[in-house]
């Protein structure tokens, strides 16, 4: 299996950046910057956290790390003071916090940085969201043999030029944790008469076709994000902190794994 290389750039100059190749964002200059690269890695800081005043040091070292070891990459590395700027665009609970912006897109269940606050994790991070998210095959029976089928499955025959392909990119790039993301590779891309996408439901394996336009970006992106992230959803050790920031109420369902049809008729409820 080949996976495809993604690299969205747009040419911007950033005169507010820093020696230490970090950028302020501020209220001023925050929409240019969101907009100038592929991936925009922010810390949100406050200047009276002590948690803030030990991060700022790593944060800034780790982005002379990553930008002397990927000069070329798409990304901007940003510190905002979020009491006095744009931290009231966003809730958070807490300080000081990480995440990434991908595409002018911020996806908070899966866009915080929740790793150890090193500059090894740090660049590894960014390094991942800059990866390829999609999975390429070259035939139907190659992906089945290869598909884990209990996790949430979006599957595309579709054509690589044009804006189609290039926002399923993005919008893979966005959902990557939600779910997994298989295109044809460019022998099958150039064999078809027409886009096609599909969600594979794990629970019952049932294929759900997308009828849409596939130029609309937000369209799209609205149809495999109800797709990915279900009405009802599973709390593990792992993402009941995610969770809990959404400030949502909890309904919580006790039930045994291997009885998933009676998670079915939740949603209905």
């Known amino acids: 299996m080949r996976q495809s290389s993604f690299l969205y750039l747009i040419v911007f100059v950033l005169s507010c950046f820093a020696q230490d190749g970090v950028v302020e964002l501020s209220m001023d200059n925050h929409d240019q910057i969101l907009s100038s690269s592929q991936v925009v890695f922010v810390a949100f800081c406050a200047d009276w956290c002590p948690f803030s005043r030990r991060l700022k040091p790593i944060f800034e070292e780790s982005a002379k790390v990553f930008k002397k070891e990927n000069p070329t990459a798409s990304?901007?590395?940003?510190?905002?003071?979020?009491?006095?700027?744009?931290?009231h665009t966003l809730i958070f609970t807490c300080y000081s916090f990480l995440f990434i912006m991908k595409n002018i897109s911020f996806n908070k269940?899966?866009?915080l940085f929740r790793s150890t606050r090193s500059v090894e994790a740090l660049t590894t991070f960014v390094k991942y969201q800059l990866s390829t998210a999609i999975n390429e095959f070259a035939t139907h029976d190659e992906m089945e043999q290869e598909m884990d089928k209990s996790k949430r499955n979006i599957v595309a025959w579709i054509k690589r030029e044009g804006e189609a392909y290039a926002n399923l990119k993005k919008i893979a790039a966005l959902l990557r944790e939600e779910c997994v993301f298989w295109v044809g590779n460019e022998a099958v891309a150039n064999s078809i008469d027409s886009n096609k996408l599909s969600f594979i439901d794990p629970d019952s394996l049932e294929e759900q076709k997308?009828?849409?336009n596939f130029e609309d970006y937000e369209f799209l992106k609205q149809w495999v994000t109800d797709k990915c992230i279900p009405l009802v959803r599973e709390v593990t050790f792992e993402n009941v902190e995610e969770l809990t920031e959404e400030g949502l109420p909890f309904l919580i369902f006790f039930r045994d794994p291997k009885k998933r049809n009676k998670t079915k008729c939740l949603p209905n409820k």
């Open 210 to 212: 997308f009828s849409g």
């Open 75 to 87: 990304v901007v590395w940003a510190v905002v003071d979020s009491v006095r700027q744009v931290g």
């Open 109 to 111: 269940n899966n866009s």
